[in-house]
């Protein structure tokens, strides 16, 4: 909650992120929606997530200073391209509609509920208003406090990442407008055996926990993916 790095904070979030996912999991075998919020989610995650992290490169300047809550401030006047973008992705990782984050995680939660699992969708909505706060700081600074000289954005990055962004920024809205079309997509690219879309999920996790490592090496230093991806089963049983 007190991090100010926009990088290292997306990085540590997705762990919350990968929670969720294994709340889908645990519930999937219960209810005749089986792995397609799941299959749902990852999508959503990853498009929010690809779009974030292109937005941050983007912002880097020297030593990070562009990615920190101060070097983002006032980006709505400087930039508002890149401050709407930004918007987007943060208030997706939220589960605020009309984003996708909103859908996937809404159509988790109610899978849930009618597998049963009162307490475990509470703790989970709990944890995703906490996470409210983190993200909708982004946008105060963006938008609410006066830019910074040090933290001015310097433009001249290349065309392939403004489309990059905006690519994601269209695939964000499109999933959280039309969720029920994506949703019988994600059902129909699910596995019709049980134990074979178990296996394509955990491919999944791992895939994600990986990538989750090679975010924390960024910023933090060498990670074993073991120990993450044993964190963050930990945090889904809690």
């Known amino acids: 909650l007190q991090q100010t790095n926009l990088k290292r904070m997306l990085a540590y979030s997705s762990i919350a992120h990968t929670g969720y996912l294994l709340l889908g999991v645990l519930v999937a075998g219960k209810t005749d929606q089986g792995y397609g919020p799941v299959f749902l989610y990852l999508a959503s995650y990853t498009v929010m997530n690809l779009g974030a992290f292109g937005l941050v490169s983007l912002l880097a300047q020297r030593a990070d200073a562009g990615t920190n809550l101060h070097g983002l401030a006032g980006l709505s006047r400087k930039n508002p391209w890149l401050a709407f973008s930004m918007s987007v992705f943060l208030l997706s990782m939220a589960g605020i509609p009309p984003t996708a984050g909103f859908a996937a995680k809404y159509l988790m939660l109610s899978q849930a509920v009618q597998a049963g ?57 499109q999933l959280g407008l039309q969720p029920d079309r994506w949703m019988a997509i994600a059902k129909r690219a699910v596995p019709t055996s049980s134990a074979s879309a178990e296996l394509a999920l955990i491919d999944s996790l791992l895939v994600v926990a990986r990538a989750e490592a090679l975010k924390l090496e960024v910023t933090s230093g060498p990670v074993d993916v073991g120990e993450l991806v044993t964190s963050v089963v930990a945090t889904g049983r809690m």
């Not at 009162?118 to 993200?135: F, K, N, R």
């Not at 600074?141 to 994601?168: C, D, F, K, L, N």
Request: aromatic share 10%; charged share 10%; net charge positive.
């Open 117 to 173: 699992e009162i307490p475990l969708t509470v703790i989970a909505v709990l944890c995703s208003a906490i996470s409210v706060y983190y993200y909708l700081r982004v946008l105060v600074y963006m938008s609410m406090r006066e830019p910074s000289a040090a933290g001015a954005y310097q433009g001249g990055r290349s065309i392939a990442a403004y489309v990059t962004v905006a690519m994601m920024v269209a695939l964000t809205l």
